[in-house]
């Protein structure tokens, strides 16, 4: 039985209608447990959580993805070309460790800042492929949040910096709960 080829605007109407709780509820895990890493545990520890903990997002959220009801590993879906998008996006984030890693190495707290901007810059594609402004909402805020914060707790970068991002998570999952999802364009 030959499968029927779908446009590219039905696949992306399909996308939309998805929960998308899984991957924030990871991001907001982490970072959670970044910033208590930051509270409690040496600088070089917390340093290996925040990246140990930022690069295992993906694969922390396919496993929440299981409970949320999206399963992201189920082969019985059709292929979607924006889950490859999103998966992109995913690996962009992941290169940009290129950026964050030499100015780590010259200043350390500038970890929580770079890892924080660059990998939350994956929500403004996410915004137009789902035509909705939380991607927006998520990015800008979270971009604009961490720069104020890196420059007024220097001492607490480690820990305000994660914290902030805890927030706009739940601020960014509250929206996706409750946004309107179109049925057809």
Known sequence: MAQVERTLEEQRIEFIQRKFLATPLAGLTVWLIVGIAGIFLPITATVWVLFIGTGSIAYLGIFISSFTGENFLDKKKPKNTFDKLFLHMAGQAILIYAIAIPFFLVDYTSLPMTIGILTGAMWLPFSWIIKHWVGFFHAITRTVLIVLLWYAFPE???????????????ATILILRNRKIPTEE
């Open 156 to 170: 607490h970068r480690f820990t305000a910096i994660p914290f902030a991002i805890v927030l706009i998570y739940i």
